[in-house]
């Protein structure tokens, strides 16, 4: 296949064979809400998280311009993957710390290279960086460094008890450690597990009582 990359479905997965060649141990999370935007694609590294946004030949700027301000604050490195027709103007639409990568055929294989490294993001924000980790990881830190459970609190107490106490270079390895290890076959089930742990919790300190199974009258 060769000429113009239209969908960005055609970059993914030779991206992320691209990024484990360059990055060696990496996992990959498509698709991630971060503010009033989606990342594409996030990026875990053993110390960072990567935010990657993909623009396609067939793809415009229209939101380029608010993704960069959500990408800047959410994740410590950021790169634009972009086909051949942007590859030359993407510079003047992006900041000095997002780093570039290039997609074209070759061969009539897609082929990748970094035009310009990412910086780390002068923007980031601990606060918003932590909401990617689901509220058990976020249970799993405080366990981790020794802190009360707060199992009555919400998760934006949670994560400023966590962003306040622990020292940010161990945090930014520990928010990584919760991502390589998160199993989705099972994180659904903690979570609502955890839901109903809270509604119970709640109905007592309301005085509600449970409700008592119905014993069958023997005929």
Known sequence: ????????????????EYLEEQYGKVRIIEEKMMGRSRADVVMVTENALFGLEIKSDADTYARL??????????Y?????VVGTSHAVHIAEHIPDHFGIITAEYVSGCLD????????????LEMSAKIQILWRPELNELLRENGLPAYRQKGKQFVRRILT???????????????LFERDYNTIEEEIERFRREQQMRRASAAGIPRAKKRRRKKR
Not at 3 to 15: F, N, Q, V, Y
Not at 76 to 80: A, K, M
Not at 164 to 178: A, F, K, T, Y
């Open 164 to 178: 306040d106490s622990i020292d940010p270079v161990l945090l930014n390895r520990q928010i990584s450690g919760q």
């Open 112 to 123: 990748f290279y970094i035009l310009r490294k990412p910086q780390k993001s002068p923007d």
């Open 1 to 16: 296949m060769q000429g113009s990359i239209t969908h960005d479905k055609d970059i993914r997965e030779p991206l992320f």
């Open 65 to 74: 311009s608010r993704q960069v301000r959500d990408y800047s604050r959410y």
């Open 76 to 80: 410590d490195y950021n790169y634009v």
